[in-house]
């Protein structure tokens, strides 16, 4: 009695001790977060202002080279000095704002007298200039006397630009100013110095170039904040030549330390009541709780390297086992096999028949491997239904193949999973050590493509690791990586714009958007090789969603009947993919009627519900679906008769060979009356003679697309054909 007296205060005592100890320590460590978090976000503030003063600079120097491209050419010197008031209208003024968004711009003689002046994209009377002069003249001067001073270079030896750059406040609002001098391109045309025409060129910096400059960098609230109005911590002057402030850009700080603070002050505090709670309750089982320690301490060391479900070599025992099997193998002379085998569509059993069967069936197919391999060899579970097998002393590579064979073999048997008989078939990766110097990370690697390779090519197979496989995957994920920066915007991919062009071959009816990528290292890369690997790694939905976007942001600046843009099949099977298109047509403003959207007919054979439900919603939004490459492949004729399309295109296949091939001409034949009786329009692409365009205007065609007419265009170039104009055009024409 009197023991179990005295041992109580002392255990309340320790209790208390211990606790104030953990309050004490939690006060410390709940002081240190407060001050991590404020650091974190005084660093955090000084990279946003950091990203801020880089997007502003790489704005001023993307202003500064859209200005080069047309300042250092041979005919904007030629057609300036001759007053080509037209040529410089599409060429240096009202073109730098269509293409740029430059807002002002002037062309200025050699005594820096007003010869041209353009303002949002319309031209105006060059007195318009003298209201900028003012602001304009101290950066008209710098350059002037950069050009009459001696040729400098820049710290490479290579000449050094002749631009003069600052930011200024014109009509209240915040302006790149960018002043070139235009220079020949070329020894063809001379120019003395001190007889340069200037091109000024103005962009106002607006809340949208701000966004643009934020959004690069996820900064959220970016906005202009005159000197009026106060700013706070999360801000940047913009700052001119002379070190006068102008104005600031203001943005929502991120404050992600105080963010991380305030999401696990909540958790502190439970986990501070329930650390005492555990902390009483630990101490007073103090005893009790080490000698259950004790005894489960073997156990504890066998978990931590079997699996629970099967009783097999988990991952970590087997990558230790691997290692040492390779080091034994090196010092011996002898080749270890690596195979990785994967269960084939095992969602589908959890799914089906629910996990427990699923459990089950990974039970049985651990006894099975464990009882096909030999004692000396190792079988491991890695997770889920992936399994890794060590075969120690392999002589060749179809010793390996033939117990591969034997264990597929094993698992085609029939397995009794919650009576219900189940078939189950596997893939198997296999990779051979090569030497004493094989890296056991580098023979889980080509095991794991090996793999990859298997199920690629059929399941229910075994697939051995060859090199070409390795160079293959490499130059994939190289081209996936640059594929996501590209899209990400660091550019290279483009759109070209094919006119599809009525029977006369003069009037234009669409045109069809193509991708192109222009690689830095690769070069133009054939789309068919990027889109595959787009569809392959899981990019083609945003791939798809970019090109939408382009198009339809082209189309509706422009007077053109409709744009067609090509579709991956994968797209059609996403239930989303008709809502995507709705919210690209209602961003970009163009009507449904003048989209079109280009698919493969293989797309018919799948009698799939999602795409059936997809198409349908599409077509009652007012898009068209249209069939490419038609004939190609095995459509449905009770589909096409259902009306689920549009349009039919003929593979330029048959129209190559119309006019040398009879059964050609025949089935091109057939397919235009095809379309004509089941009332769709039908277009003939690949048209290359005139022979071609003549035939298939006889046969009924009455749209033609083909490098005989116009092969794919830049937007620029397609807007200068005869008959097609930009929205801002046409309407200008029309106000005239």
Known sequence: MSARHNSSPLTRQVTLTVLTLAAFALA??????????????????????????????????????????????????????????????????????????????????????????????????????????????????????????????????????????????????????????????????????GTEYLHVSVEFISDAVVHKIAGKYLLEGARLVPLSEPVGPAAVPLVDSRGVILGHIGWDQLRPGLALVRKIAPALAIALLLAGGVLVFLLSRLRRASAALQTSQDQAQYLAFHDTLTGLPNRALFEDRLRRTLLFASKDGTRVALLYLDLDRFKHINDTLGHPAGDELVRQTAARLKHTIREVDTVARLGGDEFAIILLDVPDVGSAEDIADRLLMKLREPFRLIDDQVFVSASV??????????????????????????????????????????????????????????????????????????????????????????????????????????????????????????????AAGTELPWIAVNISPMQLRDIGFAGQVAAILEETGLDPSRLQLETTESVLLEHNDTIGTVIAALRQSGVRIVLDDFGTGYSSLSYLRRQAIDKLKIDRSFVRLLDEDESARAIAKTLIELA?????????????????????????????????LSPPLEPGRLLALPGISSADQERSAARA
């Open 429 to 554: 990766g296999i990779a051979l050590s090569s030497g004493s110097d094989t890296d056991a990370d580098d023979l889980l690697r080509k095991t794991d493509i090996a793999l990859y390779e298997a199920k690629k090519n059929g399941r229910g197979r075994y697939q051995v690791f060859a090199g070409d496989m390795d160079d293959l995957l490499l130059r994939k994920r190289k081209v996936e990586s640059e594929l996501r920066k590209a899209l990400e915007g660091d550019g290279g991919i483009k759109l070209a714009y094919q006119p599809v062009f009525a029977a006369d071959g003069h009037r234009i009816l669409g045109a069809e958007a193509l991708i192109r990528w222009g690689h830095e290292v690769h070069g133009a890369l054939p789309a068919a090789q990027f889109i595959a690997i787009a569809e392959e790694r899981g990019l083609i939905g945003d791939l798809g969603k970019w090109a939408l976007s382009e198009a339809c942001r082209f």
């Open 28 to 193: 410390i460590v709940v002081g240190f977060g407060f001050y991590a978090a404020s650091q974190a976000d005084d660093a955090s503030l000084e990279r946003q202002k950091m990203f801020i003063a880089d997007g502003l600079q790489d704005k001023i120097a993307a202003v500064e080279r859209e200005q080069e491209s047309i300042s250092v050419w041979d005919d904007s010197v030629i057609n300036a000095k001759a007053g080509n008031q037209l040529w410089m209208t599409e060429n240096l003024s009202v073109w730098m704002y269509t293409y740029y968004g430059h807002n002002r711009v002037y062309v200025l003689d050699s005594a820096n007298h007003p010869i041209h002046a353009m303002r949002e994209g319309k031209l105006v009377e060059v007195s318009a200039y003298g209201e900028d002069q003012p602001t304009l003249l101290p950066i008209i001067e710098k350059l002037r006397r950069m050009l009459a001073g001696p040729p400098q270079t820049d710290a490479h030896g290579q000449p050094m630009k002749m631009v003069a750059e600052d930011l200024v406040s014109l009509d209240g609002a915040l302006a790149i100013v960018s002043v070139a001098p235009l220079v020949p391109s070329s020894d063809r045309v001379s120019q003395a110095q």
């Open 676 to 708: 004509l009786a089941l009332k769709v329009e039908v277009t003939a692409e690949g048209v290359e003679t005139d022979a071609q365009k003549n035939l298939l205007v006889g046969m009924g065609c009455r749209q033609l697309q083909g490098y005989l």
